[in-house]
């Protein structure tokens, strides 16, 4: 893996920018080498690797807390619908 691209990464989803703004001169890379290393990155497995490394290093080095944590569900859809309360219109 390597860090330009990665960094453009981490830009467009800190940003919300799109991948045309990513901007070549502070990464060393186009928006659209991004994308693509994302999309290669991705179908090769490698985010749930990375994020098993971080964790066993953050555990490592004592950082890891979990007696208290925050589960977010609000990206997630509901295929079923989903408990309502009312009818929808």
């Known amino acids: 893996m390597t860090a330009r691209p990665l960094a453009?990464?981490?830009?467009?989803?800190?940003?919300g920018?799109?991948?045309?703004?990513?901007?070549?001169?502070?990464?060393?890379?186009?928006?659209?080498?991004?994308?693509r290393?994302?999309?290669d990155w991705t179908e090769?497995?490698?985010w749930p690797?990375?994020?098993?490394?971080?964790?066993?290093?953050l555990?490592?080095?004592g950082k890891l807390d979990l007696e208290t944590a925050v589960v977010d569900g609000s990206h997630v859809r509901a295929l079923k619908g989903g408990?309502?309360?009312?009818?929808h219109r």
């Open 8 to 15: 453009g990464i981490v830009h467009v989803l800190i940003t």
């Open 17 to 35: 920018c799109t991948w045309a703004q990513v901007p070549t001169e502070q990464f060393g890379c186009s928006g659209v080498t991004c994308w």
């Open 37 to 39: 290393r994302l999309r």
């Open 44 to 46: 090769a497995g490698v």
């Open 49 to 57: 690797h990375l994020h098993q490394v971080l964790l066993d290093e």
């Open 59 to 61: 555990r490592a080095a």
């Open 83 to 87: 408990l309502t309360p009312a009818l």
